[in-house]
């Protein structure tokens, strides 16, 4: 990330700028979860997309700020969906400030979004947005309702971690090339890269969930499936196993009968299923088919820059 440095500290700035409220406890949250770690992907895909398209000025550093902002709203409320005592190796501000006052935060910080969206003006990058959040909401709507349920397909996985994640991340990307006033073709491009690029990111981090460690990871391992959270991870192990053997495991965890060894002892079989490498495939497989949405892209130093971002999500590991 060293060579997005100068980017970053930009994106930094318009971020501080940003999240400034007349109501102290707002604000307190609102810079306890937006500042400090953070990878700033979401952002950064935005600059760099419409740099790709021949867009420039310090416009987009502020511009770039709507897609931390929402993410972090989302995470908000995620953390108070999922219970969470961690988010970004500290304490999740539903632990710090209470249930009710981090989704007031998330509901700050996502008005945030939209304000700063308003403010330049261009209805299909509003549009995009609002379709988002949409999106967004019904991907965790999704989880949720499917939350501790087993028999939860690899179809049904793709379809959640698609819009929870993968939408926001494609239309960062979209949006960079609204901003820089591209035609069609090349917003849609890159809608494609970052949906593809969204989805890969979303399996590595269900896979990080259980290879992580807590300490680079910023997240405890095993967090998914303490949380009721059916990734693909434990789909395609329970696949791998005798079907009396996943019976059982699945009977014991859906009633609510697993003890803490059982936890233990699932997340080690998972840890250990030949399966991850096959997930891991499938991620490069995502992340080959963004690269080559970018294809009919001109060739300047943004796109790849886009491609090498991309290309790091398969090694991350946090
Ligand atoms: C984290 O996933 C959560 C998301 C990617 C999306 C959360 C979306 C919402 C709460 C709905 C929409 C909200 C707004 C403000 C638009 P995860 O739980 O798999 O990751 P984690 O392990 O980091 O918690
Ligand atoms: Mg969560």
């Known amino acids: ?33 937006v500042l400090g770690e953070g990878k700033r992907l979401r952002p950064l895909l935005f600059v760099l997309s419409a740099r790709s398209c021949g867009g420039g000025g310090t416009d987009l550093y502020r511009l770039s700020a709507i897609f931390e902002t929402i993410h972090a709203a989302s995470l908000l409320h995620d953390d108070v969906l999922d219970n969470a005592e961690v988010r970004r190796k500290k304490p999740s501000s539903a632990r710090v400030w209470g249930n009710q006052a981090a989704v007031l935060g998330g509901d700050f ?26 999106r967004m909401a019904e991907g965790q709507m999704l989880e ?113 009968k697993a003890q803490d060894e059982d936890f233990v002892r699932l997340i080690q079989r998972v840890r250990e299923a030949p399966c991850l490498d096959e997930i891991q495939s499938e991620a490069r497989a995502c992340v080959e088919r963004a690269d080559r949405a970018l294809e009919p892209m001109r060739d300047v130093q943004a796109k790849q820059d886009l491609r090498r971002l991309n290309r790091q999500l398969l090694t991350r590991s946090f």
């Open 144 to 256: 949720l309702a499917h939350t501790n349920d087993w028999s939860l397909t690899r179809e049904m996985y793709m379809e959640i971690i698609t819009a929870k994640t993968a939408v926001l991340i494609s239309a960062a990307c979209a949006c960079g090339a609204v901003a820089a006033g591209a035609g069609e073709k090349e917003i849609d491009c890159l809608a494609r890269f970052g949906m593809d690029l969204g989805i890969a990111f979303q399996m590595i981090d269900d896979l990080l969930d259980y290879t992580g460690s807590e300490n680079v990871f910023g997240k405890p391992v095993g967090k998914d499936l303490r949380e009721g959270k059916i990734t693909l991870p434990l789909i395609q192990t329970l696949a791998g196993m005798e079907p009396v053997e996943a019976k059982a495991l699945r009977e014991r965890f859906e009633t609510g």
């Open 109 to 134: 910080l996502y008005s945030k979004s939209f304000g700063l969206a308003v403010g330049h003006g261009s209805l299909p990058f509003l549009e995009i947005l609002a379709g988002t959040s949409t």
């Open 1 to 33: 990330m060293s060579r997005f440095e100068a980017d970053l500290a930009e994106i930094n700035a318009a971020l501080q700028e940003h999240i400034g409220s007349r109501v102290p406890l707002v604000e307190e949250i609102a810079r306890y979860s």
